[in-house]
T-cell receptor
Framework: GAGVSQSPRYKVAKRGQDVALRCDPI?????LFWYQQALGQGPEFLTY????????KSGLPSDRFFAERPEGSVSTLKIQRTQQEDSAVYLC?????????????FGSGTRLTVV | AQSVAQPEDQVNVAEGNPLTVKCTYS??????LFWYVQYPNRGLQFLLK??????LVKGSYGFEAEFNKSQTSFHLKKPSALVSDSALYFC????????????FGSGTQLTVLP
């Protein structure tokens, strides 16, 4: 597609529920990133994929967070047993390393509210 | 540690006046620096980037930024502000080396007053 698509746009989860957030990057983009943006804060890095390989997951806040990109395109961020502190906007970005322009295109995000 | 700082949470400017949104960075190598803008309930929109070359970078919507290595700054500027420029602005850096993710500042809310 023309841009990075994220779904759902909004998600309300009860505390303890599992959620799955989807990111559809720009076609052909090798790199994919997940960020967490708390209210009033800058985005914080969660994890990075190069094709299907998860090369960096140092930003995942706990073992309740899990991300995958099995075929090197669509990615899913899963949060198990959600907690109130997980409430945030989750942003996905993709980048085409091959072009060397270092551009990052962000999706509109998924706003997760844990109640 | 690599970091990006935006020292002002809020900047107010009158329409038609020049605007500056400040950003400083700390880095152990050569930084790649970016500015993004975020409107309410929207994702981040790219404005401009500095990778190498000319220190003055021109970007979208009339914005520009100057990379100043001696002051480790990358301030965003626009000669004449518009009310529609009111938004949340983020400076971000990526550092040469193995890490590929962006590190963001805390953001500056720009309000342009009519």
């Amino acid at each position: 597609g023309a841009g990075v698509s994220q779904s759902p746009r909004y998600k309300v989860a009860k505390r303890g529920q599992d959620v799955a957030l989807r990111c559809d990057p720009i076609s052909g983009h090798v790199s994919l990133f997940w960020y967490q943006q708390a209210l009033g804060q800058g985005p914080e890095f969660l994890t990075y994929f190069q094709n299907e390989a998860q090369l960096d997951k140092s930003g995942l806040p706990s073992d309740r967070f899990f991300a995958e990109r099995p075929e090197g395109s669509v990615s899913t961020l899963k949060i198990q047993r959600t907690q109130q502190e997980d409430s945030a906007v989750y942003l996905c970005a993709s980048s085409n390393r091959g072009q060397g322009d270092y551009g990052y295109t962000f999706g509109s995000g998924t706003r997760l509210t844990v109640v | 540690a690599q970091s990006v700082a935006q020292p002002e949470d809020q900047v107010n400017v009158a329409e038609g006046n020049p605007l500056t949104v400040k950003c400083t960075y700390s880095v152990s190598g050569n930084p790649y620096l970016f500015w993004y803008v975020q409107y309410p309930n929207r994702g981040l929109q790219f404005l401009l980037k500095y990778i190498t070359g000319d220190n003055l970078v021109k970007g979208s919507y009339g914005f520009e930024a100057e990379f100043n290595k001696s002051q480790t700054s990358f301030h965003l500027k626009k000669p004449s502000a518009l009310v529609s420029d009111s938004a949340l602005y983020f400076c971000a850096g990526r550092y040469s080396g193995s890490a590929r993710q962006l590190t963001f500042g805390s953001g500056t809310q720009l309000t342009v007053l009519p």
